[in-house]
């Protein structure tokens, strides 16, 4: 890295590699058979340069790149990008990486995924179904030409369970993502179980306004735009309806979201953003009370914020190293009153439990504007699931949506992005939400 | 690439492939004020599987001396699968293809791709009600090596060059969004002289600020080529992966060939060697020649895509439509060009034919789970006793995929293809996949407004 740092600076102001060793492996069980083991081991490689107040950058697979020094200055003077001032500050302690999942062998993620499959089927020999490991072991380094030069590992170990209805399509779902080997309870396997038996009683509906409990899982689809909302890019380009809203109340104030990345084997847990910053717990909303945007270091220097450990090299649609860091969630975490999830459903007379969506890319996210499916939904009355829903969707805006927060549950699940996930939520009952149905 | 290191490294054992590749991608994005990103993107590495289990084990690498331990970690893989699993039909075609446009984006310099995505920036923001513009110029190169141990040797690039919009006009709270996109082919020449289309869009954003939102509800609406393609694509296309089908016998029963899904003279086809489009090309990434499937014939199920291996387990002959997005994942089953084949029926009387429903025009992304799906669309007109009244906004349609294919009562005369591709599957997102479809008309279709 020293290396290409140095002939980087012979023609550059400054520099920056960034190097990220990814070592990962899938196991899928479907139906009791084994579907196939796939594994990596990639390395991934960032440069950015800045010149006479100008930065670009390059991506490569490898340190011994000979292009990698002359693409990044095509991209410096091609593109209008300010110099940033790379950071120095050494990032303290964060606990990311969990020796217990780096020891599993393929082998062993191949056992744990067969005992999953074999205890789903013992609770339920008549449901067919699977089940998906993933392990992932990452080292990232990044060296700057103002002095930084940091290392850390990450890990992480997910699970997806799931269910098949008669015709073979996709029933109920249940995911964890930890740093750590997350534990499957007979209490989420017995959950996963009874949201499947209810999809035996469909239920069609009419449009209608009433109660709605996201689960944990699904308020992903609410978070992307919330964070759409929050980040600086977005605000500094008037793309999102917050700029100056700082210290407004615009959710209700049963609700706290942060966004930490200093969380303690969090799904996305760094000891320093893809660009230096170190990983922080930035509040976004505070008992609804907007707080802080999520910003690099250029975006923090126009909002007159700190960075906040957001700048990240991927995108929506991929983890690859793709382009120059952009604003991502860390670990988004719910918050507020917190309640029994079953005393809230309980206390519903009449609406929806929403398990899946789909359609979370669509529409306009930074506006807040959402137009879901509910690919899994369950009807509730007089605090009872009655059975699942067919073909309705959920429309809104969250900035609508969020000033209805009625209460907060206790149980935290990862919450899902389209392909990724991006913190932890427990399940949130809104007061009032437009279903549409037949 | 050396083409010898590598089968050197190939093991004669049991069934193994390797996919070598060199993948170069460059960006030119600009927001409102300027053009604020240029990057080339520049991998390489390389994948392998083996099958000498009961199923494939899959190894990614970006270290050329990585080689071997991947074939091991591979076979390791392969062999923890109970049980032992054949390939009935291996490809073993030898071929070297490259690409040829007429115009090739490669003899371009990056200045004079700006200066062209410039061009339409200009076009776009001298509209005074143009509230917010990303603006996108993408170019992928990829030269790849395929060899497997029971003879294919095939080389083959693929190019493809485009250019994408998303146009947002604004007035006051009101914010309406629309894309636009060009090219997705080789050629970069496709790619000049779009100034008329460009202000057409441009007019159609500004429309839609006066457009009336929809009361949410079931209509019946016609869905123009782009939408008709995004509909096939989402709501049947990704049923007919035949991967999906593997081991899931009760989904296997439900996409059982023969199996009535429209009416009779609806077709359905995926034809990845039509050239010119984002899913044109000539070898699968298993080295099978690609061909064209017909999924859909006079309303049956007639055919479906495969990789070898569902190929395999179903008995049925490859299609060639095993694809990754690049080297750093295993080829999965993917649709080349899917499109609904053209019909009768002028888009006139499909108009004339509606009392109350909706024209529905440009695709803004969807998404399946299994029979439903849900898809946003960028506009679209309200049709009133045979005639279209006045424009509408803020649409979303959602549907059950079995109860639409059959509610489709009219498809149109003629078949356009979209020039955007695009398609996510088990993490990867596939920008050559292309869509297309004559307009069709679908009865009762549930809409969500805004």
Known sequence: MRQLLNKALTSADGGEVYKRDVHSTSVDIKLGKLKGINAEKKRE??????????????????????????????????????????????????????????????????????????????????????????????????????????????????????????????????????????????????????????????????????????????????????LGGVNGGNVLKGTSPLQDKIGEKLFSEKITIRDDGKMAFGVNTCLFDDEGTPGKNTVLYEKGVLKNYLVNIEQGKKLNQEPTGNALKRTLFSKEIEDTPAIFDTNLIIEGDHQEDELILKGIKRGLLITGVMGAHTGNINRGDFSLNISSGYLIENGKLQGKIKGAMITGNIYDLFKNVEAVGMHYEVMRSIFYHMGYSPMVLFKEASIVGK | ????????????????????????????????????????????????????????????????????????????????????????????????????????????????????????????????????????????????????????????????????????????????????????????????????????????????????????????????????????????????????????????????????????????LDDPTRLGHPGSYVYDHEGTKARPVSLIKDGRLSGRLHSLESAS???????????????????????????????????????????????????????????????????????????ITHMVRDLALTGHLFTTLKNIEMVGNEVTFSKAGGCGKGGQILIQSGKGSAPIKIKNMGIGGL
């Open chain 1, 45 to 226: 490689v960032s440069l950015r340069l800045t010149k006479n107040g100008l930065m670009g950058a390059a991506v490569s697979t490898s340190l011994e790149d000979e292009t990698l020094v002359d693409r990044a200055l095509i991209a410096l003077e091609n593109q209008k990008s300010d110099a940033v001032k790379f950071p120095s500050e050494p990032p303290r302690m964060v606990f990311s990486f969990s020796p217990e999942v780096d020891q599993l062998k393929t082998e062993d993620l191949t056992k744990m995924a067969f005992d999953l499959s074999h205890r789903l089927k013992e609770k339920a020999p008549d449901i067919p179904g699977g089940v998906r490991i993933q392990k992932n072991i990452k080292r990232i380094s990044l060296l700057n030409s103002a002095g930084f030069n940091e290392t850390y590992d990450h890990s992480n170990l997910s699970i997806s369970l799931y269910t098949l209805t008669e015709k073979g399509f996709m029933g109920t779902s249940k995911e964890y993502s930890s740093g750590k080997v997350p534990e499957v309870t007979d209490r989420d396997l017995d959950r996963l179980i009874q949201l499947h038996r209810l999809g035996n009683q469909t239920i069609t509906m009419e449009n209608e306004k009433m109660p709605v409990v996201f689960s944990g899982n699904v308020m992903g689809a609410l978070m992307l735009r919330v």
């Open chain 2, 1 to 268: 690439m050396d083409i010898q290191y590598f089968k050197k490294a190939l093991p004669i054992k049991d069934f193994c492939d390797l996919r070598y590749q060199d993948f170069s991608h460059t960006t030119i994005k600009g927001g409102m004020e300027e053009i604020d990103e240029v990057s080339i993107v520049k991998k390489t590495g390389g994948n392998v599987r083996v099958l000498s289990g009961g199923g494939f084990g899959s190894f990614a690498f970006t270290d050329p001396k990585d080689i071997t331990m991947a074939f091991q970690e591979a076979k390791t893989a392969s062999d923890l699968n109970p049980g032992k699993e054949e390939l009935k039909r291996i490809s073993a075609n030898v071929a070297h293809i490259t690409v040829s446009p007429s115009q090739d984006p490669r003899d371009l310099s990056i200045s004079r791709k700006k200066e062209l995505l410039e061009k339409y920036r200009g076009l776009i923001l001298s509209h005074p009600e143009i509230g917010d513009l990303e603006s996108h110029y993408y170019e992928q190169f990829t030269d790849t090596l395929i060899l497997n141990n029971h003879g294919a040797e095939v080389q083959q690039e693929e190019l493809i060059c485009g250019m994408t919009f998303r146009i947002t006009a604004k007035r006051g709270n009101l914010t309406q969004l629309t894309r636009l996109s060009f090219g997705g082919n080789e050629d970069y020449s496709e790619l000049l002289n779009k100034e008329e289309e460009v202000l057409e869009k441009v007019q159609q954003t500004i429309d839609l600020l006066e457009a009336k939102p929809v009361k949410g509800g079931n209509y019946d609406v016609i869905l123009d080529s782009d939408v008709g393609g995004l509909f096939i694509h989402e709501a049947f296309g990704h049923l007919s992966e035949a991967d999906n089908l593997i081991g899931n016998d009760t989904l296997a029963n439900t996409m059982e060939l023969g199996t009535p899904f429209a009416m009779d003279n609806f077709n359905v």
């Open chain 2, 313 to 387: 387990v179903m008995d049925e002959e490859p299609t060639g439509h095993a694809r990754a997005k690049n080297f750093g994942f295993a080829p999965i089953v993917r649709m080349g060009n899917i499109y609904i084949d053209k019909g009768k029926s002028t888009l006139e009387e499909m108009i004339a034919s509606i009392d109350d429903g909706l024209y529905l025009f440009g695709s803004a992304g969807g998404q399946t789970s299994g029979e439903t799906f849900t898809f946003a669309v960028q506009g679209g007109y309200r049709i009133e006793q045979g005639e």
